[in-house]
T-cell receptor, first 115, second 116 residues
């Protein structure tokens, strides 16, 4: 399998649930990104990982907890979410330090609904 | 700081008509510029990118974009729009290599609707 794969594609969770989003890339990249996309704020960068180390956290609430065990996998652990957290969550990857010149490869996203 | 402006939130064109989506950027050095397309409920797909050289860049699906340094613009064009082109289009400027982790700065997007 090639490209960036996100699972699940759709997720409905209650506000007291704990769930995780998974992202996997088979491109040999070593930088990975989480974006939140909602109608109100398109493409909000949440987290950046370079060589498994978090290098950017854009003031994301602690109810979102990222994990990057290796350069190919990225998780977003969710707990005690609010309805306003309902959105499309996109994962992307690139070669570290070159995303600005070669661009990112995006996954298809996870559509999250918090009820 | 780098920024990208897409002045049009929503554009509607008739099928078969020509299309131009506007993008203006703010960047101190020679920019790396990108256009991405997003179909409903999907991720972003790279349409084309500009690094240097020829200012007219060809992309996939019949799209092209022209870099105009004097106008700080990178407008996306297509001579004849198809119904399947209905999607959201994002312009982005890249920070190049290293240092700032090579981040992309995205515009807010332009939603394209196509009338039959």
């Amino acid at each position: 399998e090639t490209g960036v794969t996100q699972t699940p594609r759709h997720l409905v969770m209650g506000m007291t649930n704990k769930k995780s989003l998974k992202c996997e890339q088979h491109l040999g990249h070593n930088a990975m990104y989480w974006y939140k996309q909602s109608a109100k704020k398109p493409l909000e960068l949440m987290f950046v990982y370079n060589f498994k180390e978090q290098t950017e956290n854009n003031s994301v609430p602690s109810r979102f907890s990222p994990e990057c065990p290796n350069s190919s996998h990225l998780f977003l652990h969710l707990h005690t979410l609010q309805p306003e957290d309902s959105a499309l969550y996109l994962c992307a990857s690139s070669q570290a330090g070159t995303g600005g010149s070669y661009g990112y490869t995006f996954g298809s996203g996870t559509r999250l609904t918090v009820v | 700081a780098q920024s990208v402006t897409q002045p049009d939130i929503h554009i509607t064109v008739s099928e078969g008509a020509s299309l131009e989506l506007r993008c203006n950027y703010s960047y101190g050095a020679t920019p790396y510029l990108f256009w991405y397309v997003q179909s409903p409920g999907q991720g972003l797909q790279l349409l084309l990118k500009y690094f240097s050289g020829d200012t007219l860049v060809q992309g996939i699906k019949g799209f092209e974009a022209e870099f105009k340094r004097s106008q700080s613009s990178f407008n996306l064009r297509k001579p004849s729009v198809h119904w399947s082109d209905a999607a959201e289009y994002f312009c982005a400027v890249g920070e190049g290599y290293g240092g700032s982790q090579g981040n992309l700065i995205f515009g807010k997007g332009t939603k394209l609707s196509v009338k039959p």
